[in-house]
């Protein structure tokens, strides 16, 4: 079982690369949300905001990793696919991230400038998880 033990059970034994991407992506974004709601809990939001960037970075290494573990012999290019797994979890936990805060705070805690930061840790990340699986594959032959 890999590092998603659930994935193996939810996907299925022969995915869709759609499905492990998908599902990749969003095991991503839950953990960034879970992470940051967390810590917004635990110290104040306007000081959980200056861990964002770590949280993101942990988890889109994580999204690339789950999609080449599953799905590397059917993509050509996996360290772009890891890249763009990064780049497309940090959209959404963005989107979201903003949405709540505009939500529950009147006011978006994030900028323009932050989202850019975000996009290049992520799919800094993103590669690098991506890269980390292929590595993986090769030394468990």
Do not use: Q
């Amino acid at each position: 079982m890999g590092l998603l033990g659930g994935a193996d059970k939810l996907l299925g034994e022969n995915p869709s690369l759609f499905g492990v991407a998908a599902y990749a992506v969003l095991a991503g974004v839950v953990g960034t949300l879970l992470l940051v709601l967390f810590l917004g809990s635990v110290i104040p939001l306007s000081r959980s905001k200056d861990f964002v960037g770590w949280i993101i970075g942990f988890n889109t290494a994580l999204s690339g990793y789950a999609l080449l573990e599953k799905g590397v012999e059917r993509i050509r290019y996996p360290r772009v696919a890891g890249v763009g797994a990064g780049i497309l979890n940090v959209l959404i936990s963005f989107g979201v991230l903003c949405a709540l805060s505009l939500h529950f705070r009147g006011e978006s805690l994030f900028v323009l400038r932050d989202l850019f930061l975000y996009l290049a840790i992520g799919a800094a990340c993103g590669g690098m998880g991506g890269v980390l699986a292929v590595k993986y594959r090769r030394l468990k032959r």
